[in-house]
């Protein structure tokens, strides 16, 4: 069974500093991809970003990079040029392969990162 | 955009009621997601579907069924709700690409209070 691990319960970050966010996963199979959400406190889930276990580059978009290292089994998620708007819940997820159904996400327990001035 | 909607921000029940939770999407997405979120476990797959009519067991399915009638929409029903199913409901949809990097949308999320 896969499994998403998130050790930090929270953290914070002064404004303006780059903050990491960890991640590692658990799974047997070779192809899976993972994903990050960002949850302000208004609820609504965010997608931020996405890699693929066979991606050679980490991904990036914007602000956002993921630290992708296979062998460690981590994907931790890297926000730049912290912003008070990045205050938020994040999750980091994993999908499981394609069985001909729905591609089913699995979640980790989430890291409350709170941005200080 | 995407858009999933939710039926209720807020909802407040009482034990032994019937309650039903309503989700929307406009993406003609084929797959649909109920998952339940509290604090220190995250979200949890209560159910999901497919197709019209598909519906698959999460990993929490007790005390829940799902309906699927319409592409379009993916109800969750409680048939007889209890205090500890008072949690965060959220809603996602995806479209059905085997293989892909498509993310799941997710809704604003239902806060269900069950008295």
Known sequence: AQKITQTQPGMFVQEKEAVTLDCTYDTSDQSYGLFWYKQPSSGEMIFLIYQGSYDEQNATEGRYSLNFQKARKSANLVISASQLGDSAMYFCAMREPNTGTASKLTFGTGTRLQVTL | ?115
């Open chain 2, 1 to 115: 955009d995407v858009k999933v909607t939710q039926s209720s921000r807020y909802l407040v029940k009482r034990t032994g009621e019937k309650v039903f939770l309503e989700c929307v999407q406009d993406m003609d997405h084929e797959n649909m997601f109920w998952y339940r979120q509290d604090p220190g476990l995250g979200l949890r797959l209560i159910y999901f579907s497919y197709d019209v009519k598909m519906k698959e067991k999460g990993d929490i399915p007790e005390g829940y069924s799902v309906s699927r009638e319409k592409k379009e929409r993916f109800s969750l029903i409680l048939e007889s709700a209890s205090t500890n199913q008072t949690s965060m409901y959220l809603c996602a949809s995806s479209p059905l690409s085997r293989g892909a990097n498509q993310p799941q949308h997710f809704g604003d999320g239902t806060r269900l209070s069950i008295l």
